[in-house]
């Protein structure tokens, strides 16, 4: 049984008149101030004939210095001025530097590992640069303190726009900003034998510029009977509500089977599902209008394994078996198209991990190694892993993004 604790997060004013999270993790206030120095005499250098400082600075200019920065940074610089406050924390600006942020920055993987009921020397993750995957980056973030004492390893739920969630104490956190929001306890359906499995995923609405978490839940004795409730927690509101939605009552298993943390940025979720038949789909859940639909699966790949991944901002599905190469479809106009075969990854001892937003393809190799794929280029990287496998992997991003709920705005 999944619990959570009923405390939350407080919040603290870190600029004039702006709510903002408490941080577990200070940065020297001189730091945020020498980086906008250092830029600023980027700018005055390519354009010597109009010398500026950071008073006279037009605010066109001011994000484009801002937008270079990183988010920890600005967030300290809230606090300078009520300009500068109104600037760094408006919508626009924060959704422009993540922009920024997800294109321009090279691509770090944390690898998070489970590692069980006996092992307890491992690292909790791992920071991996996906250009020099044999490098392993030593204290690129700090867990929360709800985090860090689980020491057989976090349980992440998803991770979105540079937001991570995880379900150890179901909490939502940025690891830019060092801000942690412990969620509220939701409702446990009552069983006979009291145990219970609880599928939950995380993503954005952009239809109400919202985070969600999604929870549905189903007895673990009885495969083929799920609990009509669906609740999901909203970040805005700041707590969780049960919708009237049911889930489809003819799925009677479901697979939650993503390593690589890539749903839910369009504001939907998806899950491979199966009914009594062994008819396999994807189920999928609308944040927006809060519905479920239902995905068919191309015919060719029901007697392979699939995983469900993300390609290029798409749904996609990966297929394999041992004596087939991997196949990737791509769901385009409401129908799957073949878009990659690989062959050099046949084999018992490979098994596909996922995609980045970079495009790259991860495989496991020997059971312990992963290898990043670039199909445009054909070229393979080694990433090697010394510590457990990874149970997921998330793709950190340097974000701004945090959603208070409606009562503290």
């Known amino acids: 049984m999944v619990e959570a604790d009923d405390d939350r997060s407080t919040y603290a004013s870190s600029g004039p008149g702006e709510n903002?999270?408490?941080?577990?993790?200070?940065?020297?206030?001189?730091?945020?101030?020498?980086?906008?120095?250092n830029v600023v005499l980027e700018e005055e250098s390519a354009s010597p004939q109009h010398p500026a400082s950071m008073e006279n600075l037009p605010e066109e200019l001011l994000s484009n210095i801002f937008i270079r920065l990183l988010a920890k940074q600005l967030a300290q610089m809230r606090s300078v001025s009520k300009s500068w406050n109104a600037l760094l924390s408006h919508s626009s600006?924060?959704?422009?530097?993540?922009?920024?942020?997800?294109?321009?920055?090279?691509q770090v993987l944390l690898l998070f590992h489970y590692k069980g009921k006996y092992a307890y020397e491992s690292k909790l993750f791992t920071a991996k640069p996906t250009q020099s995957p044999d490098l392993e980056l030593a204290d690129f973030i700090k867990l929360p303190p709800a985090e860090s004492k689980?020491?057989?390893?976090?349980?992440?739920?998803?991770?979105?726009n540079g937001l991570i969630c995880s379900s150890n104490k179901t909490n939502i956190w940025n690891p830019s900003l060092s801000a942690v929001l412990t969620l509220p306890p939701y409702s446990i359906p009552r069983d006979d034998d009291g145990r219970i499995k609880i599928f939950f995923r995380f993503g954005y609405d952009p239809k109400t510029d919202d985070y969600k978490v999604v929870k549905l839940t189903r007895p673990t004795k009885y495969a083929d009977k799920w609990y009509p409730q669906v609740e999901i927690y909203s970040m805005r509101k700041g707590s969780w509500e049960l919708i009237t939605e049911r889930f489809p009552t003819h799925i009677t298993n479901m697979k939650d089977c993503e390593c690589v943390c890539v749903d839910g940025h369009d504001g939907h979720l998806h899950w491979l599902g199966c009914t009594a038949e062994y008819r396999?789909?994807?189920?999928?859940?609308?944040?927006?209008?809060?519905?479920?639909?239902?995905?068919?699966l191309p015919l060719s790949t029901f007697d392979e394994d699939t995983r469900l991944?993300?390609?290029?901002?798409?749904l996609c599905l990966m297929s394999w078996s041992r004596d087939h190469a991997y196949a990737v479809w791509v769901m385009e106009d409401e129908s799957w198209a073949k878009r990659h075969v690989f062959s050099q990854f046949m084999g018992s001892r490979t098994y596909p991990l996922g995609i980045t937003s970079h495009n790259q393809f991860l495989i496991e190799s020997n059971y312990v190694n992963i290898v990043v794929y670039d199909p445009s280029t054909n070229e393979q990287k080694v990433m090697e892993n010394q510590h457990d496998n990874a149970d997921r992997i998330v793709e950190y991003v340097d974000s701004l993004v945090w959603v208070p709920s409606l009562s503290l705005v």
């Open 309 to 314: 991944l993300r390609l290029a901002g798409k």
């Open 280 to 296: 396999r789909m994807v189920v999928a859940f609308d944040l927006g209008s809060e519905t479920f639909y239902e995905i068919p």
């Open 150 to 160: 689980y020491t057989r390893g976090i349980r992440i739920i998803g991770s979105v």
């Open 93 to 106: 600006f924060i959704k422009s530097h993540l922009h920024h942020s997800i294109h321009n920055n090279d």
């Open 20 to 37: 903002f999270p408490e941080i577990y993790e200070e940065l020297p206030q001189d730091v945020s101030h020498e980086a906008v120095r």
